[in-house]
């Protein structure tokens, strides 16, 4: 049997949270032969912490043979002593009429402590995924709170929008989802984002030739992933939850055991490449091995690419402006 490692969970109480940690416990994420120890975060109000028992209590009863230890808190410097794991998702999500970035100022200080923990008592290996929303500017917030801890630590959760568009392109290209190869999902986890099928196959044949449809691919593809998130809000009332802690398995799954050549979509601090500015956190395609990610290198860039490409970083910039003042 492995040595168990350590999983923290913030927002655990909370609607992701509820999706999130019975698979991650069950083995989905990390392995049927990994033991976990869980160390979940909530808010110090009497309520978050009575149904962070509550959910303890359910984990405790579904008696995980990997469940190897548990703690429930609302000390960040506890949650994160010594994580391997960090899936950061305790934040305010949006409700209708609203956009991520309204969120930026409120949710950013809570990842500007949560980076200042991570960076004080964390494994100095800690894989962390930001999901609470804006995401990528709240990875970023996090990745300069921790400057002990390498900036390659800090991902953000584009891999629903990933599976999103995914999901769009097969029911189209009448293809299997499984048989889909070499999708990519640029930029920022807003409506800015780019989901770019130009090298996506289904068994070896390309999709883009298949689908044959420019018209398709800019006015119904892209706006129909890109607002989705808003159209589950629309539908639920609430925003997306089980498909939310799905991508989320996914994303740490293949970070940590790896995607077998597999393009896969990250938000990852950029190396300049595309003509993407260093550090900001941009969707890209990545493969990944031995627990580490790869960025998909020198992809041709078409002006139809570039143009979109650069509004989603331009909307990134902006928000990066937005909370310069707190870092
Ligand atoms: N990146 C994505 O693809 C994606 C998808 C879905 C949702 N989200 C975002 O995930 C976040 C959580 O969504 P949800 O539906 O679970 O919300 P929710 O309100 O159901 O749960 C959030 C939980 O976080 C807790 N929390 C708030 N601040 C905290 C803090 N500082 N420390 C610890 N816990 C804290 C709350 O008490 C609550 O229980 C939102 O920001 C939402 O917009 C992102
Ligand atoms: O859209 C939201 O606010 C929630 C989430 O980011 C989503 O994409 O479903």
Known sequence: MKAPVRVAVTGAAGQIG?????????GEMLGKDQPVIL???????????????????????????LLAGMIGTSDPLVAFKDADYALLVGARPRGPGMERKD?????????????KALNQVASRDVKVLVVGNPANTNAYIAMKSAPDLPAKNFTAMLRLDHNRALS??????????????????????SPTMYPDYRFATAKGVSLKDKINDPDWNANVF?????????????????????????????HMRDWALGTNGKWVTMGVPSDGSYGIPEG??????????????????????????????????????EERAGVAHLL
């Open 18 to 26: 509820y999706a999130l940690l019975f698979r991650i416990a069950s």
């Open 222 to 250: 892209i706006p129909t992933v890109g607002k989705r998130g808003a159209a589950i809000i629309e539908a639920r009332g609430l925003s997306s939850a089980a498909s939310a802690a799905n991508a989320a398995i996914d």
């Open 168 to 189: 769009q392109l097969a029911a189209k290209a009448g293809v299997p989802v499984a048989d889909i190869e070499n999708l990519v999902v640029w930029g920022n986890h």
């Open 103 to 115: 969120l930026l100022l409120e949710n950013a200080k809570i990842f500007i402590e949560q980076g």
């Open 39 to 65: 160390q979940m975060l909530e808010l110090p109000l009497e309520k978050a912490q009575a149904a962070l028992k509550g959910v303890m209590m359910e984990l405790e009863d579904c008696a995980f043979p």
């Open 280 to 317: 900001i956190i941009y969707g890209v395609p990545v493969t990944c091995a031995n627990g580490e990610y790869t960025r998909v290198r020198d992809l041709p860039i078409d002006e139809f690419s570039r143009e979109r490409m650069d509004k989603t970083l331009a909307e990134l910039e």
